[in-house]
């Protein structure tokens, strides 16, 4: 089955403590990315990846890290999490070669909240 | 530049019809996406249209009109299940993001 995993999918954690949310596909997309949605203001994209080892700033990319060693995971660090990061987060990917009609798959979405 | 635009709320009853409108204008045109979002949940995938025209799906349906930047969303026989987030995206043909969504329309089903 087609599909993206994220995890944790739920984490209360203090600010400062570093985490990391871990984002797998199975398959084979070169694309993936990371946004976080907030009530009214959609989803924002914070990192993207073009294929391994080639990482990119998105829209609001302040306070977080990524990295791309293999293609199919594409993890999200906080460093030192703050409470204006308590956020949902979604992990997306899609492929970007070949027939544009294939969707972008998401996974199931992370609830961080900082305190 | 990149902009799609979409109501950011709508109210519509049990059993009935609604259309939720998208206009865009993005650099370069693949396609339009719609995704449903329910609350704190990821998207999901409803439909895509890259040529001009309606596409039926059940009793979702979706248009576009590439000369006019535009496209909609029609929900037919509207049931309270229906109550979610629809998200509009583009599938640009430029640019370092292969897709572009919209804010999303809020879609509440009343009694």
């Known amino acids: 089955e087609a599909q993206v995993t994220q995890n944790p999918r739920y984490l209360i954690t203090v600010t400062g403590k570093k985490l990391t949310v871990t984002c797998s596909q199975n398959m084979n997309h070169e694309y993936m990315s990371w946004y976080r949605q907030d009530p009214g203001l959609g989803l924002r994209q914070i990192y993207y990846?073009?294929?391994?080892?080639?990482?990119d700033k998105g829209d609001v990319p302040e306070g977080y890290k990524v990295s791309r060693k293999e293609k199919r995971n594409f993890p999200l660090i906080l460093e030192s999490p703050s409470p204006n990061q308590t956020s949902l987060y979604f992990c997306?990917?899609?492929?970007?070669?070949?027939?544009?009609?294939?969707?972008?798959?998401f996974g199931p979405g992370t609830r961080l909240t900082v305190t | 530049g990149q902009n799609i635009d979409q109501p950011t709320e709508m109210t519509a009853t049990e059993g009935a019809i609604v259309q939720i409108n998208c206009t865009y204008q993005t650099s370069g045109f693949n396609g339009l996406f719609w995704y449903q979002q329910h609350a704190g949940e990821a998207p999901t995938f409803l439909s895509y249209n890259v040529l001009d025209g309606l596409e039926e799906k059940g009793r979702f349906s979706s248009f576009l009109s590439r000369s006019k930047g535009y496209s909609y969303l029609l929900l037919k026989e509207l049931q309270m299940k229906d109550s979610a987030s629809y998200l509009c995206a583009v599938r640009v043909s430029s640019g370092n993001t292969p897709l572009v969504f919209g804010k999303g329309t809020r879609l509440s089903v009343i009694a």
């Open positions: 997306a990917s899609i492929h970007i070669s070949g027939d544009p009609s294939y969707e972008q798959y």
């Open positions: 990846s073009m294929n391994v080892e080639v990482t």
